[in-house]
């Protein structure tokens, strides 16, 4: 079984930047699609960014795009998420996720998506 573990969270203000972590441990991390996905409170739960098996490819939400970068670390299992020029409305609680099936490009559906982290808690202050 797949865990993943995510880190780097916590309080910042309007315009910081802060980077999420995802470590996988128990498969190949190379295998799989992986995704970051974030749920505010009462909120569903929000596609961020997701990035193909090697890193060649990624793609954003259209509320992120071009203040978050995905990236992998396939030889450290790593999974990153910078996040700049953060808003009020960034914060969530932001969850990783490992697509195992490559079931196709881009995987956006939280349905797709067969392990996930605990979540790590993004509060941003205005």
């Known amino acids: 079984q797949a865990q993943l573990v995510e880190s780097g969270g916590g309080l910042v203000q309007a315009g910081a930047s802060l980077r999420l972590s995802c470590a996988l441990s128990?498969?190949?991390?190379?295998?799989?699609?992986m995704g970051w996905f974030r749920q505010a409170p009462g909120k569903e739960r929000e596609f961020v960014a997701s990035?193909?098996?090697?890193?060649?490819?990624?793609y954003y939400a259209d509320n992120v795009k071009g203040r978050f970068t995905i990236t992998r670390d396939n030889a450290k299992k790593t999974l990153y998420l910078q996040m700049s020029s953060l808003k009020p409305e960034d914060t969530a609680v932001y969850y990783c996720a490992a697509e195992t099936r490559l079931t196709g490009w881009p995987v956006t559906s939280w349905t797709a998506y067969d392990y996930w982290g605990q979540g790590t808690q993004v509060t941003v202050s205005s």
């Open positions: 990035i193909s098996t090697s890193g060649s490819r990624t």
């Open positions: 128990g498969r190949t991390f190379s295998n799989y699609i």
